[in-house]
């Protein structure tokens, strides 16, 4: 954080407020016109402030306090933003959880927030009431929409409570909690990372400064958290005509239509919203020359889908891949002109998948690979210089905890001299020679047999150049230390049983011409890979270990 900035990440919203007053601030879609034009309501930045402050001042009257958890279940809308940042205005702590993760994950989850507010819509009440979310626990109910038989008070209601009383940013301190954001549970059962004021306002430092973003710019809020930074970066967020939890099935003809209508200039995508919709733009001959960058994260993005992307675009416009996870983000970051003009050749090659180089004030090791906690740091844990390893990282954007979870933190922080914590990303890749990270999997996800070890994204690159390969997962059947190496294949197109034989010599003729593929013998025909909720874009391969093993026998 700068000097003299208010630890508040809320402040950012009021500066936005006194120096852009009548700018749109957020932007939703309302229905459409007879003529099938769409309707747009808006707040603007004095508007959004001013709704804040409101809210805020409503929440309090019920007993909304500084430092209470408080879960916010709402679509994103103009509502879920003036609440979130009416939330930081309080010094309240938003409990955010993806409700794509499943019933009884959420109640997992709900239970170890323990919160004692839940603002929701209906349904997400209804299923609290029904369930029994954290009942031990909460004791202030609002709902956004319709009232019903779980009681409480209305949003109306406290924005009347709210109304004739000032309010503002609280005071909070950079250490004090933020807010708790849940990670989507692809990787392992979801935990609540801890995020602190001083945490949000460094990464709106770091984001602005590594894409040079500016305040009047238009942002397209395809993922809802990530699109919380736009007012804060003094963005327009146009909440587009989509479901934001099924990124994979975006109707692109929308997302053309909202970059159209307000001429945007940044866009967040997942890889499976960018394969989509640039699949149909570059059918359709259709061009966004409003669009100054593009970032992309969640999964590794393959150089087919952002080549594909940046056909869209103006000679010069980047697709950005920024790397991190809900606990570290970001951590590097790397640029469409140098992936497609250098690295992918290396990544078919089976090197893994190139993530740029650190951020500003982030530092990022390469450890020997373990399954045990570390407690603290030391040099002996380093890796051999570009040897595969787990990514490890410190800096101002690393979450130190997460909530009420002290086996998962234990496994996941290394305490370091003077106080700093570094996180490890449960991802294994290396450093080269120019001082870039390379991707090569997860770490539970390693394939350990007799003959030695398999990454999974160094292997798969190899199949995936395969042109009638979708992806590849590389999964392992068996005992670690002994596994048997199984390559599932997702095709482009549905094939004929007869070419599947044909297909299989092709694909294994493509893991003899590399090392580190000849011992993948066993190749499996799947119609279509399980994905995590949230990008729809990370593989859960556990679940495709199991199918495998089914198959095998």
Known sequence: MSPG??????????????????????VCPKGRDRSGRVRYTHLTFRQLDEETDRIAAGLAAI??????????????????????????????????????????NLGRCLAEAE???????????????????????????????????????????????????????????????????????STGPPKGAVYTHGIFSTQVEILRDTYGIEPGEVDLATFPLFALFAPALGMTAIIPDMDATRPARVNPAKIFEAINDFGVTNLFGSPALLDRVGRVGVAQGVKLPSIRRVLSAGAPVRAAVIEQFT?????????????????????????????????RHLTDAGAGVCLGRPVEATQVFIIKISDDVIDDWSEALLAPKGEVGEIVVRGPVVTRAYFNRPEATALSKIAAPGGSILHRMGDLGYLDDRG?????????????????????I???????????????????????????????????????????????????ALGETRPHTRTIRDILFHPSFPVDIRHNAKIFREKLAIWAAGRLG
């Open 436 to 456: 870039r990270l390379w991707f090569c999997g997860r770490k539970t996800q390693r394939v350990e047999t007799a003959n030695g070890v398999l990454y999974t």
């Open 458 to 508: 160094p292997c798969e690159a190899v199949f995936n150049t395969h042109p009638a390969v979708a992806r590849t997962a590389l999964v392992g059947v068996g005992p670690r230390g002994s596994a048997r190496p199984v390559l599932c294949v997702e095709l482009k197109h549905k094939h004929a049983k007869a070419d599947h034989d044909r297909l299989v010599r092709e694909i294994l």
């Open 115 to 185: 919160p004692e507010a839940f603002i929701g819509v209906p349904k997400a009440h209804l299923a609290r009431l029904v369930l029994g979310w954290a009942r031990s626990t909460l004791r202030i109910l609002v709902t956004v929409g319709r009232q019903g038989p779980w009681g409480g008070v209305g949003l109306g209601q406290i924005r009347r409570l709210g109304e004739s009383v000032a309010h503002g940013v609280g005071p909070t301190d950079p250490d004090e909690t933020a807010a708790i954001l849940f990670t989507s549970g």
């Open 5 to 26: 900035v208010s630890a508040n990440i809320a402040s950012a919203l009021l500066s936005m407020a006194e120096s852009r007053p009548h700018a749109l601030a957020v």
């Open 311 to 343: 056909k869209l675009l103006r000679p010069g416009v980047e697709v950005f891949t920024p790397y991190g996870a809900t606990e570290a983000l970001p951590v590097a970051s790397v640029g469409s002109e140098e992936i497609l003009g250098e690295t």
């Open 63 to 104: 007993g909304v306090t500084r430092g209470m958890r408080t879960v916010l279940m709402v679509e994103p809308s103009l509502e879920f933003f003036a609440l979130t940042f009416a939330l930081f205005k309080r010094g309240a702590v938003p409990v955010l959880i993806d409700p794509g993760m499943g019933i009884k």
